[in-house]
């Protein structure tokens, strides 16, 4: 099924292709199964800068329709007027994460704006959610200036990355991911674009013919024996 959809990709974009334009690479290199069955494959879907109306909504219509769990990773100033949104997110069953107040970078950000950030928006998930493990996303997957040190919660970056945000286009960014994607890969992915979440429920569509789950990346760190540690970043479902 991967195969058949590549092939149709590759035809439809060839076009592009001889112009030159080629697909991305990473940046950073449920039901019972009988136990005979084949080992099963887990990947996560993240998204990163909404929620966003009605990119985000959706996908959520999507994802459930598919049985497929995500994780969100929210800008803080965006909650308030997706509340309903946000609690649907949780509802369903999807992990919910800080992505800072205002998408600011914190590598080169002063140490009190960081804790700001970070806090702001952790505040009003608990609002909403109540208390939680909202773990984090950095902006542009920096973590601040000293390093992954003085976060109380896990950090999420990527090891797939199609660059959605640079391409909006479907097609293409499914080939990206279809090409780059295994086992417990993390996947990057922005809900305020709608070309991200047709290619997202493409993605979700082939995987699962080859026998993938959807899973958050809490799941996906657990199901591999992982104990996810605070203010440690991790890249895939391995650590």
Known sequence: MRRTMLLF??????????????????????????????PRKYVALTFDDGPKRPTTEKLLDGLRERGASATFFLIGEQIEENRDLVLRMAREGHQIGNHTWSHQRLDNTEAGTVAWEICKTETALTELLGNGDYWLRPPYGQPAADGEN?????????SVDPRDWESRDAEKVTRAILECAEPNSIIL????????????LNVVDVLQEEGYWFVTVKELLE?????????????TGTG
């Not at 992915?189 to 991200?196: E, G, M, P, Q, T």
């Open 189 to 200: 992915l922005h809900d305020i674009y709608a070309s991200s979440v047709d290619a997202a």
């Open 9 to 38: 990709l590759a035809l439809t974009g060839l076009v592009l292709l001889f112009q030159g334009i080629g697909a991305t690479v990473p940046t950073d290199a449920a039901a019972e199964i009988p136990a005979d069955e084949e």
């Open 223 to 235: 199901l591999n024996g992982v104990t996810p540690q605070p203010g440690t970043m991790y890249r």
């Open 150 to 158: 003085g976060i109380n919660v896990p950090m999420v970056k990527w």
